[in-house]
């Protein structure tokens, strides 16, 4: 990477932080051991594995025994629905129409019931309520969009089940109610603690929080059985078999470790930074629209719409001029449709692909932003 280029996709994809490297590093060499196997230094490797389970089960408030390691977000997230959704198999889901497409794909495969969202992109209760009825069984509703950032109202929409439930519980309806919330881009600057939040799934990532890609979590509440979509060895209490990714387990924790205990810090940092990004941006280009809610949103996440702009040209110019950004999702970045998530707060194809994202992390620096308005406000004019 040119050193004297400007990383602004941080959503996309974090830099491996330095001390989680380190973590990892001797179960790669000499503690390659497999955790089943029954000699001391396996058994040793194993015990490692378990303490990284606690520590991400400490800043998600849970028992260690509910947080099921995943190799990602994109795996665990199917694993929630198909585990769920196979028990019951009619019964239907509900889920938010900015969902990742992790959540939407595998959702559609059955009864799928999709919730809108306002044009600050949050989730209406009213709407929610109206989409749940006797027969969901699940409700998905991520915590930090990936794409605008917006930042749903979780503790609210968890209250709102609760009501559900009891008014089921008292007319005799049997099948549970449980909410997952997909919070890989939430884990590295807000609260993650599962009983504060209200959900029975939490799903979360290390290549979102300067951990390793392909190492994830998912907190499953004690009591709940998911059907497992891997089987073989039996590993993870039988939810996902296969021998376990120690290296990748490891640095997840010491990653989730990290952001957690500077995140408070890391936040006012970037809303400064946020601020001083809009501000510039309002001066430069006053014809650029913010999309989603500026009040509810990630510190790191700034989302505009340059009307007449095409994005893709933007892109390319901007690369060349040293400034990588993203025109949406990473995952759907090779996709020509519009983003949904933007459709679905109601922008037009042309004003979604008129787009551009920019997202900030550790390594943003007030001086990255100052010449990245410049440079886009060169571009555009």
Same mark, same amino acid.
């Given at each position: ?15 491996? /932080?330095?001390?989680?490297?380190? &973590? ?9 051991? /497999? ?14 594995? &378990? ?26 997230? /199917? @694993? ?26 595998? +959702?559609?495969?059955? /009864?799928?019931?999709?919730? &809108? ?16 009825? !006797? ?39 049997? @099948? ?10 939430? +884990?590295?600057?807000? !609260? ?62 010491? +990653? ?21 990004? @809009? ?12 999309? =989603? ?25 901007? !690369?060349?001029? =040293? ?53 886009? &406000?060169?571009?555009?004019?």
């Amino acid at each position: 990477m040119n050193t004297n280029a400007i990383y602004l996709d941080y959503a996309a994809a974090t830099p491996l /932080n330095e001390g989680v490297f380190q &973590a990892m590093q001797p179960y790669f060499s000499d503690q390659f051991f /497999n955790p089943s196997a029954t000699y001391l230094a396996a058994q040793a490797v194993r015990k490692d594995v &378990a303490q990284a389970r606690a520590r991400i089960a400490h800043w998600l408030g849970s028992r260690p025994s509910e947080v099921v390691f995943t190799a990602g977000t994109t795996e665990a997230n /199917n @694993l929630v629905i198909h585990g769920v959704m196979r028990q019951f198999p009619e019964a239907n889901i509900v889920v938010s129409a900015i969902e990742h497409d992790s959540i939407l794909e595998p +959702a559609a495969q059955y /009864n799928c019931r999709q919730v &809108a969202v306002n044009k600050d992109g949050i989730v209406s209760l009213a709407d929610l309520q109206k989409a749940i009825d !006797d027969n969901t069984v699940l409700v998905s509703i991520m915590y930090a969009n990936n794409e605008v950032g917006v930042i749903q109202p979780l503790p609210a929409i968890s209250h709102t089940l609760a009501a559900i439930r009891e008014d089921r519980q008292a007319r005799g309806v049997s @099948l549970p109610l449980y909410l997952h919330t997909d919070a890989a881009q939430a +884990a590295g600057y807000l !609260d993650v603690h599962v009983a504060r939040l209200g959900v029975q799934f939490m799903t979360i990532g290390g290549g979102k929080i300067y951990g390793p890609k392909q190492s994830g979590a998912l907190f499953v509440h004690a009591g709940v059985q998911l059907a497992p979509q891997v089987l073989g060895g039996g590993q993870e209490r039988g939810m996902r078999s296969g021998t376990e990714n120690v290296a990748g387990s490891i640095g997840l924790a010491q +990653a989730l470790d990290m952001v957690q205990k500077m995140r408070h810090e890391e936040l006012a940092r970037l809303q400064l930074l946020q601020k001083r990004f @809009l501000d510039l941006l309002a001066e430069a280009i006053p014809q650029a629209v913010l999309n =989603g809610s500026r009040q509810h949103r990630l510190a790191n996440n700034v989302h505009i719409t340059i009307p007449g702009q095409d994005n893709e040209r933007l892109l390319m110019a901007l !690369d060349e001029a =040293g400034v990588m950004c993203a025109a949406g999702s990473a995952c759907s970045a090779s996709s020509e449709e519009p983003s949904h998530v933007l459709r679905a707060l109601g922008l037009s194809e042309a004003e979604a692909q008129a787009s551009l994202r920019f997202t900030m992390g550790q390594g943003t620096t007030e001086a990255h932003i100052e010449k990245t308005v410049q440079v886009l &406000a060169q571009i555009v004019s």
